[in-house]
């Protein structure tokens, strides 16, 4: 059994199948799985399956027996454009789709020195954010959604969700939003408990920081 | 013809997704469509029940995918409407009988047929769920105007996106005008502030679809229901027609005057 090259990235795992014949590279690729379920299970993954012209019935063949292991196929990455548009055929991403997808929505910057991840979509309910930096949302972040960052957090919308900034303990660190209502919000090891105020300042732009070990909210016009 | 193919969804259980998706598969029947609707809860079926049909089920959907009866077979006609079909699910069996991919594939070999495809999904975001909308062009999330119901349609409505499905549209059912002028409901706007995405219809609470329910007709079926009038404008607006939304508060000038006659003792 030949072992297949994995990798992490942002959206999930990619794995890649070189040559060889697809009924025997299928089953190798399950047996791989199998033998890593702790690792697999739940994951989501991309397959990055070269230059091979796979039909729509063979892609959707192993989504099948993938989630059959919990195991959701989110894209095939081809060089083929038949492989491509058979995969995007059946919902699945493909290369071009990813990256436009990342430009539209994520994209990187540096802010401080430091990076940044922004997010230009409204967060929901159910999302799960950890970043080493700031993190910038153009959007709303809804209740039920998380961000948990090592640097700041500005949200250009309503903030209704957990947040956390400076999560090792940085104190400089600060939350902005254009609306604060959030469910949660803490900057380094203190957590806000406030409420009567934030709900006076909640259709008010608003920056928190922390001095002294004491919140500080101010309007957020700097 | 191509089928439109439509998945009605919520996340949280309860809060209509049958009710919906059986009136209006009605009000599309009624408005001369030819509909077919998939009940996808396997295990829990109940659209049948809804639609008054459950009686006439031979064959369903898992015997549909595993071979053991054509498509056309496990159609079952309406009793109302010459154009109005149901494809029930398997009481005995559950979700992992099914496939996404069964799913797409049942669809297309009905799509040429006929002019809608409306599929009820099962509550939750597992397997069932992953079923319903694998088919779908477009999907419809039901909710109630409670924080809770809200909660689960925000989650379902991202995990839409992330499918590709997106963007879903928003039906808020059972909206209570009383309960909301009394600050003891979410009124749509916050509904719609919060999720931000586009409405299909607000369908008032109306007793009616409890006892229309129970009968297995419909209340869009039901000319003096304002249940019924919110789904059958609901199905025109699918159909591209510029609908007003429903004037609540005109309804709501007998229900207040009434329920303030109940609730002097009360306050």
Same mark, same amino acid.
């Given at each position: 059994m030949q072992k297949f090259p994995i990798k992490g990235f942002n959206e999930g795992i990619l794995i890649t199948i070189r040559e060889g014949n697809w009924k025997e590279l299928q089953n190798d690729l399950l047996e791989q799985i199998d033998s890593e379920s702790a690792f697999f299970n739940q994951a989501k993954i991309a397959i990055d399956v070269g230059e091979r012209e796979l039909g729509a019935a063979q892609i959707s063949k192993l989504r099948d027996v993938l989630l059959d292991r919990e195991i959701k196929l989110f894209a095939i990455l081809s060089s083929s454009p038949k492989t491509e548009s058979n995969a995007s055929t059946l919902g699945l991403s493909t290369r071009s789709s990813l990256l436009q997808k990342k430009e539209s929505r994520i994209s990187a910057v540096i802010m401080d020195g430091e990076p940044g991840l922004v997010i230009a979509k409204t967060i929901r309910s159910g999302a799960d954010i950890d970043f080493d930096g700031h993190v910038i949302v153009h959007g709303d972040l809804n209740p039920g959604a998380e961000i948990n960052c090592t640097g700041s957090i500005f949200v250009w919308g309503k903030l209704r969700g957990s947040v956390h900034a400076g999560v090792e303990g940085r104190e400089n660190a600060v939350v902005c939003a254009m609306q604060l209502d959030p469910i949660k919000l803490r900057i380094a090891n203190r957590s806000y408990k406030d409420n009567k105020l934030l709900r006076k300042l909640r259709k008010k732009p608003v920056k928190v920081s922390l001095e002294h070990d004491k919140f500080v909210l101010d309007y957020w016009d700097s | 013809m191509a089928a439109k193919i439509v998945t009605i969804t919520s996340g949280k259980g309860g809060v209509g997704k049958t009710t919906a998706t059986a009136n209006i598969s009605v009000a599309l029947a009624q408005l001369g469509q030819k509909v077919v609707c998939i009940d996808s809860d396997i295990g829990l079926r109940n659209l049948d029940v809804v639609l008054g049909l459950e009686n006439r089920i031979v064959y369903d959907l898992v015997d549909v995918i595993e071979g053991r009866c054509r498509v056309r077979q496990a159609m079952i006609k309406d009793k109302r409407f010459d154009d109005l079909y149901l494809i029930p699910a398997a009481q005995t069996r559950d979700k992992s009988a099914v496939s996404p991919s069964d799913m797409v594939t049942l669809c297309e070999q009905i799509s040429d047929e006929v002019d809608w495809i409306l599929i009820d999904s099962p509550a939750g975001i597992e397997r069932g769920f992953k079923n319903a909308i694998a088919p779908a062009q477009s999907v419809l999330v039901v909710t109630n105007p409670d924080v809770s119901a809200v909660r689960d349609a925000?989650?379902?409505?991202?995990?839409?996106?992330?499918?590709?499905?997106?963007?879903?549209?928003?039906?808020?059912?059972?909206?209570?005008?009383?309960? *909301?002028? %009394?600050?003891? =409901?979410? $009124?749509?706007?916050?509904? +719609? !502030? @919060?999720?931000?995405?586009?409405?299909?219809?607000?369908?008032?609470?109306?007793?009616?679809?409890?006892?229309?329910?129970?009968?297995?007709?419909?209340?869009?079926?039901?000319?003096?229901?304002?249940?019924?009038?919110?789904?059958?404008? *609901?199905? %025109?607006?699918? =159909?591209? $027609?510029?609908?007003?939304? +429903? !004037? @609540?508060?005109?309804?709501e000038g007998i229900f207040h005057k009434i329920s303030k006659i109940f609730n002097t003792g009360g306050e």
């Open positions: - | 925000d989650r379902i409505i991202g995990i839409i996106e992330a499918e590709e499905k997106g963007p879903a549209r928003l039906i808020i059912n059972r909206l209570n005008p009383q309960l *909301i002028k %009394r600050g003891d =409901m979410l $009124d749509a706007e916050d509904v +719609l !502030d @919060l999720l931000a995405i586009n409405l299909v219809g607000i369908v008032p609470e109306d007793e009616t679809v409890i006892m229309s329910t129970n009968m297995g007709k419909p209340a869009a079926t039901d000319e003096k229901s304002l249940a019924g009038q919110a789904f059958r404008n *609901i199905a %025109r607006r699918l =159909m591209g $027609d510029d609908v007003p939304l +429903l !004037d @609540l508060n005109l309804k």
